[in-house]
């Protein structure tokens, strides 16, 4: 199944419940919460994503057969020391303003992920992963009232490469300590799409 087609199920399965997160922000809550050295379990997430809903039926099965395979896609990527991770993001066919907004919710479920697991001890980690976390704050701060220029796309692409270098580095210091190598990525892109 290609990114595509795992973004539009898991937002349709999330959609048809009237779920409160949205698919970018249920991956990015899951990447945060596997920058951990105890792997989440899919019930504790999956429980966090539908939290105060009780789905039932057709409806039920597809959204947790949706939130299933998300985390089993991820938790590959993640693993795989060929760097196949991607956030789960609307494709380039999306209008922009769609896609940022998207952006944001990643931002603000991997942060929220983050602090569910307890990593983000800034004594205990090492300044430049305290300083992706900090960029990740202001990314989730995204202006989505954008024109669908060539300069916004280019930020929407650096911006979306960075989110992908970023969890990395964070997962390689806060889930895997001994075998902590920066990730190339350097410092927030994009600055045109944040809010001043």
């Given at each position: 199944?290609?990114?595509?087609?795992?973004?539009?199920?898991?937002?349709?399965?999330?959609?048809?419940?009237?779920?409160?997160?949205?698919?970018?922000?249920?991956?990015?809550?899951?990447?945060?919460?596997?920058?951990?050295?105890?792997?989440?379990?899919?019930?504790?997430?999956?429980?966090?994503?539908?939290?105060?809903l009780?789905?039932?039926?057709?409806?039920?099965?597809?959204?947790?057969?949706?939130?299933?395979?998300?985390?089993?896609?991820?938790?590959?990527?993640?693993?795989?020391?060929?760097?196949e991770?991607e956030?789960?993001?609307?494709?380039?066919?999306?209008?922009l303003?769609?896609?940022?907004?998207?952006?944001?919710?990643?931002?603000?479920?991997?942060?929220?992920?983050?602090?569910?697991?307890?990593?983000?001890?800034?004594a205990?980690?090492?300044?430049?992963?305290?300083?992706?976390?900090?960029?990740?704050?202001?990314?989730?701060?995204?202006?989505?009232?954008?024109?669908?220029?060539?300069?916004?796309?280019?930020?929407?692409?650096?911006?979306?490469?960075?989110?992908?270098?970023?969890?990395?580095?964070?997962?390689?210091?806060?889930?895997?300590?001994?075998?902590?190598?920066?990730?190339?990525?350097?410092?927030?892109?994009?600055?045109?799409?944040?809010?001043?």
């Amino acid at each position: 199944m290609t990114e595509t087609q795992s973004y539009t199920k898991l937002a349709a399965a999330l959609q048809a419940i009237d779920a409160d997160v949205t698919a970018a922000g249920a991956q990015g809550m899951l990447c945060g919460l596997f920058c951990s050295p105890d792997e989440p379990e899919t019930a504790q997430w999956i429980a966090q994503v539908l939290d105060g809903l009780s789905p039932k039926g057709d409806a039920a099965r597809e959204v947790l057969e949706a939130l299933t395979e998300t985390y089993q896609d991820t938790r590959e990527r993640l693993r795989n020391d060929s760097l196949e991770f991607e956030p789960l993001l609307p494709d380039d066919a999306a209008p922009l303003p769609e896609r940022a907004r998207e952006l944001g919710q990643w931002c603000e479920g991997f942060l929220f992920g983050l602090g569910v697991a307890g990593s983000h001890q800034p004594a205990k980690l090492p300044r430049e992963a305290n300083e992706v976390v900090n960029d990740l704050t202001e990314i989730a701060r995204v202006d989505t009232d954008l024109s669908a220029d060539e300069d916004n796309e280019m930020a929407f692409t650096e911006l979306v490469e960075y989110l992908r270098a970023a969890t990395l580095l964070l997962r390689e210091h806060t889930a895997l300590p001994s075998s902590a190598q920066p990730v190339a990525g350097a410092g927030p892109a994009g600055g045109d799409f944040l809010d001043s």
